[in-house]
């Protein structure tokens, strides 16, 4: 990221390399900005290629927008730009980790990236409540751990110190926030989590105690983790051991798709969310839809937008399968967890339900054009509010 501090360097040849190839995948990640056009892409985009003298090369995002280039409209899907926002988020958040004092919220937002105003907005919007908000909440859990033995005291210390001018923390219903905004960072939960290896690199998964409320794909454990912190930055978080059965359901899931999968959900979103997430559910295993046809699917014809903006806020990566709706040529659009998994995810269940018709047609020939097994992977259960 250093390189970005100056003048931001055109690319080099490895870039150069990512960005003649498309290749979506390219490591460490970067954006590129044309300066011809004012726009930056990714190195999978789609959009016609820029001369080599005109690209400059940027470690994210953000810093492009510093910058002053613009996102392409093909490339900067909502998935896209979450991801990005939670990574500058959980930046953030382990400076405020390891520091003894509380650092100034200019820092926060420095560390991440980002001007203070977008930094408010983004925190927000990722966690749930403001920066101001969080770290006054990280004071008082630091005061709490220095209390050995006032516990009680410490909580009605809390209580009396939020229930004023914090209404989040109100177990009511009153506090005038969407119950999805008012969930946002889990607060109060207990969130139990385990995270193993999978065919896809490493795969997380954490839960309340009515079912599983976050899938996650990632590189590495120490990725996963940070991305859980942000998550649930308002939850308790701790591993448990216990999950294994769950996590390696979806392992096998993963490696070897099958129509059958049935896990308690406890997944949280809005009414429309919960309905493109049915939906997404009901989408045969080696087959996609487009954003479209889902939004028809759910009675909501020219909701194509809002339906992409669903899958990209989709918390249980497999089992809600989002990687299952792509363009309408067909063509994968982003991923949350990365265009190159939801390509190895697709592949994987094509093959799995050739796998499954050649099967079926050594057992039982007269069958052979019975349509593929139809049902979604786990049930959604709505909790709570
Ligand atoms: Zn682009």
Known sequence: MSDDAGQPPAADDERWVAI?????????????????????????????????????????????ERAGFRACKRCSSAANLAGEHQAAIARALALLDGASEAPPIAALAAVAGLSRSRFHRIFRDTVGITPQQYIHRWRMKRLDQHLSRG????????????????????????????????????????????????????????ATARGICAIELGD????????????????????????HDWLAQIVVQIDRPAASLSLPLDIQGTAFQQ?????????????????????????????ARAVAAACAANPLAIVVPCHRVVREDGSLSGYRWGVERKRDLLDREAAARERAAADADAAMPALRHAPAQAEGSGTIVTAGD
């Open 220 to 243: 590495d454990v120490a990725g996963l983790l940070q991305r859980l912190s942000v998550r649930f930055a308002q939850a308790h978080l701790a591993q448990d051991p216990a999950l």
């Open 151 to 206: 516990a009680r005291v410490t909580d009605a210390a809390l209580n009396a110190g939020f229930s004023s001018n914090n209404r989040l923390y109100d177990s009511g219903n009153a506090t005038g926030l969407a119950p999805a905004q008012r969930r946002r960072g889990a607060p109060g939960e207990d969130i139990r989590y385990g995270i193993t290896a999978c065919a896809l690199g490493f795969v997380a998964v954490a």
């Open 20 to 64: 003649t190839t498309r290749d979506a995948a390219a490591t460490p990640p970067f954006v590129y900005g044309v300066i011809t056009t004012g726009v930056y892409c990714r190195p999978g985009c789609a959009a016609r290629q820029p001369r080599r003298t005109n690209v400059r090369c940027f470690a994210d995002a953000l810093t492009a």
């Open 275 to 303: 309905r493109v997430w049915r939906s997404l559910q009901q989408i045969p295993l080696g087959s996609t839809r487009s954003y479209r046809t889902v939004a028809d699917e759910i009675g909501q014809p020219g909701a």
